[in-house]
Structures are given as structure tokens and as C-alpha cells.
């Protein structure tokens, strides 16, 4: 019942900046968990930044310090801030939300995205 699209992925260089955006739908009353994922050619998917109920970040090892995460209650969005990107950040970014339906204040977290493409290369 909540469905996410991601966007915003493309081809960056090292010295550029990339903002992808993760939007959720559905008969939602609001989404305060957040997750983004990726998967590179070859490997498993793996969690880069998690954003918990709690309201506490948690971002993968290999990202801190150059990715942040923010998002949108209004607009039901959640953005991953890709700065000072590497080629290892190369692969597909996934999202899911935990969101509070309309009716009967059920939660539920949400399908699987098509996922944005991001390709890091001088």
C-alpha cells in the first residue's frame, strides 16, 4: 500500500555533487523511517544511511563524513546528499519508508523502489 520512486541517480565525477530523492505514495498519513540501499554489479545490497522513528542517523562506514541525509514530512521525501562521491559509490540506490496509514493508524513499510542508477567516474 506505500509505494517509493526513487530519482535523481546519473553519471558524477569525483568533484561533483548528486542529490537523490526518494518519494513515497500511498494512503499515508505520515513516514518517519527511512532507509537507503544500493547495489553495486556483483555484490549484495547493503544499507548506506538509516533514518529511525528515534530521529537518529545512521550512515555506513564508507560514506560518513561525505553523504547526508535529509528529508521532507510535507512531501513524504527523503534525500540522500551525495558529496565528494567515489567510483566504489557506482550502483543502483534503493529506498523504503515506514509510514502510518490514513485508516486505523496501521504501519506499513513499503515495496521495494525501481531504484535510481549512479555511476561515479572521472
Known amino acids: 500500500q506505500v509505494q517509493v520512486v526513487e530519482s535523481g541517480g546519473g553519471w558524477v565525477t569525483p568533484e561533483e555533487s548528486l542529490m537523490l530523492i526518494c518519494t513515497a505514495s500511498?494512503?499515508?498519513?505520515?513516514?518517519?523511517?527511512w532507509g537507503w540501499y544500493r547495489q553495486a554489479p556483483g555484490k549484495q545490497r547493503e544499507l548506506v544511511a538509516s533514518f529511525g522513528r528515534d530521529e537518529k542517523l545512521t550512515l555506513a562506514d564508507s560514506v560518513k563524513g561525505r553523504f547526508a541525509f535529509s528529508r521532507d514530512t510535507a512531501k513524504w521525501a527523503a534525500y540522500l546528499h551525495m558529496n565528494f562521491p567515489e567510483p566504489e559509490d557506482t550502483a543502483d540506490y534503493y529506498c523504503?519508508?515506514?509510514?502510518?496509514?490514513?485508516?486505523?493508524?496501521?504501519?506499513?513499510?513499503?515495496?521495494w523502489g525501481q531504484g535510481t542508477q549512479v555511476i561515479v567516474s572521472s
Open positions: 523504503n519508508a515506514t509510514c502510518t496509514l490514513l485508516v486505523g493508524g496501521v504501519r506499513r513499510n513499503s515495496d
Open positions: 500511498g494512503p499515508i498519513l505520515n513516514c518517519d523511517e
